[in-house]
Structure formats: structure tokens, C-alpha cells
T-cell receptor, first 110, second 113 residues
Framework: TQLLEQSPQFLSIQEGENLTVYCNSS?????LQWYRQEPGEGPVLLVT?????EVKKLKRLTFQFGDARKDSSLHITAAQPGDTGLYLC??????????FGSGTKLNVKP | ETGVTQSPTHLIKTRGQQVTLRCSSQ?????VSWYQQALGQGPQFIFQ???????GRGNFPPRFSGLQFPNYSSELNVNALELDDSALYLC????????????FGPGTRLTVT
């Protein structure tokens, strides 16, 4: 396993602003997942990235996997209050086991 | 297709007691993983069950134990509860060898006083 560092820890922005959150490691990821978790609920998978340099888009969310597969970013365009939540990155290791970062808590104010 | 369900939703126990949490996996999934999520932290892997046997374990003491049943549902048992065991306990189901997706239940909020 390896240490996943997420930054920033907290982010509070106004509706309509853009933002980027990051997930970094000192070692190479085999694959990386991004989840969003709302209060009182379990994490919900947003995307899985596998190939270095990969970019995936999900409506206003853009996910990027670093060329060296040691970092990833999530960019949200024109954030909305519904984007509020805890954003978690997770690395898969040993078949179906996952190691999670501590997350970025995003608050989008109307 | 039913999603992952967990029971109970909330639970309050006293230090030293024992607790059992339950999870029903998503239809078609054969693997259940359990996670502990402390307040303000990401989920930490406790263990995984596949074909009714433990298939990997995180850094948790033996007083955390589990079971998986033939219908792939699962239980998490914690003995000799400590205050630090207060957390959200999540289970996630997946299909071993079926790719990267795992689906989480809503969790059980355990408070130890």
C-alpha cells in the first residue's frame, strides 16, 4: 500500500466558480478511482483511470491521470451546490482491495 | 437489481460490549469488503470476504472479525468495543475479477460511549 495525499483538505467556493482537487503519491498507481461521498451515505464511484495521461470527462467534471501515474486531478467547471461533498481518491491493490486518501471536503455556496 | 444495504443505520454501544453489523451485497456480486471511516477521514480497509473466506485484511486487530454467507451477505463483528471504534462502517460489494467497480452501502454509524 502507499500513502495517498489529497489536497486541499477543505474548499469552500461560490456557485459558478471552477476548482481543482489533487491526489498524489510517491509511488506509481496501478489504477486510481475518484468517489464522491455525501453526508450519511457511502462513497459513489465517479470514474476509474488506468492509463498514464488519461483524461476522462463526466459532464462538468474532468479527471486527469498523470503521465507517470503518480498523481491525478479532478477539475469541476461552474460548480453547483449539488457538487458539495467529500471527494475521495482510491488506489486498487491486490484484486479488489482499495486504499483511500483522506479526501477533499468541498462546499459550494449558492 | 438491488443495491447494497446495511443494518442497522445507527447503533450506540458501551465500551467493552460486542456488536454485529450486517450487509447485503448487490445482486450478482460475490465479494464483500468492509471499511471503517472515522470522522473527517477516508475509509480504511478492514477485510474482504470471497466465497465465505477472508480474502485479505487491513491493519485491524483480531477483535474485528467477519463472516460471509452462501448468499454473499456478510457480517462484521467487533468484540471488546473501544471508544476509538466509533465510526461509520461501510461495506462494499464487487465481483472478483469483474473489473474495478465496487459499490458501497450507506453505512452503519457506530457510537461507543
Amino acid at each position: 500500500t502507499q500513502l495517498l495525499e489529497q489536497s486541499p483538505q477543505f474548499l469552500s467556493i461560490q456557485e459558478g466558480e471552477n476548482l481543482t482537487v489533487y491526489c498524489n503519491s510517491s509511488s506509481v498507481f496501478s489504477s486510481l478511482q475518484w468517489y464522491r461521498q455525501e453526508p450519511g451515505e457511502g462513497p459513489v464511484l465517479l470514474v476509474t483511470v488506468v492509463t498514464g495521461g488519461e483524461v476522462k470527462k463526466l459532464k462538468r467534471l474532468t479527471f486527469q491521470f498523470g503521465d507517470a501515474r503518480k498523481d491525478s486531478s479532478l477539475h469541476i467547471t461552474a460548480a453547483q451546490p449539488g457538487d458539495t461533498g467529500l471527494y475521495l481518491c482510491a488506489e486498487k491493490y491486490n484484486f479488489n482491495k482499495f486504499y483511500f486518501g483522506s479526501g477533499t471536503k468541498l462546499n459550494v455556496k449558492p | 437489481e438491488t443495491g447494497v444495504t446495511q443494518s442497522p443505520t445507527h447503533l450506540i454501544k458501551t465500551r467493552g460490549q460486542q456488536v454485529t453489523l450486517r450487509c447485503s451485497s448487490q445482486s450478482g456480486h460475490n465479494t464483500v469488503s468492509w471499511y471503517q471511516q472515522a470522522l473527517g477521514q477516508g475509509p480504511q480497509f478492514i477485510f474482504q470476504y470471497y466465497r465465505e473466506e477472508e480474502n485479505g485484511r487491513g491493519n485491524f486487530p483480531p477483535r474485528f472479525s467477519g463472516l460471509q454467507f452462501p448468499n454473499y451477505s456478510s457480517e462484521l463483528n467487533v468484540n471488546a468495543l473501544e471508544l476509538d471504534d466509533s465510526a461509520l462502517y461501510l461495506c462494499a460489494s464487487s465481483l472478483l475479477g469483474g473489473g474495478y467497480e465496487q459499490y458501497f452501502g450507506p453505512g452503519t454509524r457506530l457510537t461507543v460511549t
